[in-house]
């Protein structure tokens, strides 16, 4: 067993057509390149989707590791040469759970130095302790595999993928953008109808419609102010507001003419919205409760989403209580939590993340913007035989991709730092453990 381990996850490399680019493709080669040349004993795990096999929908089976060898023929030569200095192991995720379904698949890594485990979690053993790893997909109830290993067991998430994420991939290059294929990188999925109307009338609306209809909406919220002040002067409560505003608009001339017509329109609007807006809300109440009974949607009392994963990883840490660490991916939300003085680690995603920001005035589409953060974690035992951890990134800049309207409209996010970390975990103390069994024990009673 190696004395450090490196971890990355949620790679989504392949699938149909624009699926194809690997935007950071050069970094991971990098990384690669500089765990074959260390003097370290060191294993990589890549804990789950490091493919985007779901993604392929014009070929079957195996055949899929055909398309990836064709198209990726350096990272495999690199991961053949790393290989043979570091030994990687590889474990399913969703998105590439054929892994577990065919068996072939385990030869054709093994070509390539990578040891493939069908398994729904793995452990190692770093100092004194055990280290447990999996995807985390089993948690997730539209992504859990019933029946894994079964290449038939495909959840309701494969089927999102395979007719909405690879048809994106395939329609995304039309775009007057090439953005569609970020679909991947929205998360959670509840976000992407908001990700579409945002690309839409920021990238693909003709631009004359965009830019005349963005003093409506900037104008909107003034509006409301607006059919206060004119209902308070029409049943005669107090005219006083609306002289004043008249007042003002007056002084502008023509173009307080023209605001006022923008007001006058955006109330129009308002009083429209007002009286659809019951059969509206009825009728989103119910579309959400019947996505949440397919697992599409989630439900008002799964909006953390680590909970669930800190209540798995409190199980593992009663049943196996030398376990010091619980890695999982599949969630793209890079995070370390520390539970009763052992660690939770998400390994977060090498894909484009896409943060969503709203406008400051009006009731113009959110602004989602693009960032990379590609996280790896690093375990390794100390000399008084606890564990390490070390989660860092590999540096590469932001895309820059929002249009200049975009930045006029939305304050620009300040970038979240889940990484980096250094901490030192030794949960040896039999306090901590009988409180942690203690406390999966009572959850299970409940």
Request: proline share 6%; glycine share 6%; hydrophobic share 40%.
């Amino acid at each position: 067993m190696a004395d450090t381990c490196y971890l990355i996850s949620d790679l989504h490399i392949g699938g149909d057509e624009q699926l194809t680019q690997v935007d950071f493709l050069d970094e991971l080669l990098g990384f690669l390149r500089e765990l074959e040349a260390s003097d370290e004993d060191a294993e990589l795990v890549i804990n789950g989707d490091a493919f985007g096999l779901w993604e392929f929908t014009e070929i079957e089976g195996p055949a899929k590791f055909d398309a990836l060898l064709d198209r990726y023929p350096e990272l495999f030569e690199q991961l053949r040469a790393t290989g043979e200095e570091v030994p990687i192991t590889l474990i399913p995720g969703n998105h590439d759970y054929e892994l577990a379904a065919h068996d072939e698949y385990v030869d054709r890594l093994a070509a390539y130095n990578v040891t493939l485990e069908q398994e729904v979690a793995i452990s190692r053993e770093i100092g004194d302790h055990t280290i447990h790893i999996e995807h985390g997909m089993q948690e997730d109830p539209s992504n859990r595999i019933p029946d894994f290993g079964n290449p038939y067991a495909n959840p309701p998430g494969y089927f999102v993928n395979r007719h909405i994420t690879s048809r994106a991939g395939r329609l995304s290059g039309r775009g007057k953008y090439n953005w569609l294929k970020d679909i991947q990188a929205v998360t959670p999925m509840t976000r992407i109808p908001d990700w579409l109307l945002s690309n839409y009338f920021y990238r693909e609306m003709s631009g004359w419609l965009r830019y005349a209809s963005v003093p409506f909406f900037l104008l909107f919220n003034l509006s409301v102010l607006y059919l206060g002040v004119y209902a308070l002067d029409a049943v005669g409560i107090w005219s006083r507001p609306m002289t004043i505003v008249e007042g003002i608009l007056d002084v502008f001339g023509p173009v307080g003419t023209l605001i006022d017509v923008v007001l006058v329109a955006n109330v129009v609007f308002i009083v429209l919205l007002l009286l659809i807006s019951i059969p509206l809300y009825v009728l989103a109440r119910d579309v959400r409760k019947t996505l949440r009974r397919f697992g599409l949607a989630q439900s008002d009392d799964d909006r953390d989403p680590t909970a669930k994963y800190n209540d798995r990883a409190r199980d593992v840490f009663a049943e196996t209580p030398d376990t010091a660490v619980f890695l999982y991916g599949h969630t793209h939300r890079a995070s370390v939590t520390e539970i009763d003085d052992r660690l939770v680690i998400n390994t977060g995603t090498w894909l484009k993340r896409l943060r969503r920001v709203d406008p400051i005035l009006g009731i113009l589409p959110p602004v989602f913007y693009a960032s990379y953060r590609l996280n790896y974690v690093r375990l390794t035992g100390a000399d008084d035989r606890s564990v390490v951890v070390d989660c860092d990134v590999v540096d590469k800049p932001d895309p820059g991709e929002e249009t200049l309207l975009q930045r006029l409209l939305t304050p620009t996010p300040k970038p979240r730092e889940e990484f980096p970390v250094h901490r030192r975990v030794d949960p040896s103390d039999s306090t901590d453990t009988e409180s942690s069994a203690r406390s999966a024990n009572d959850r299970r009673e409940q």
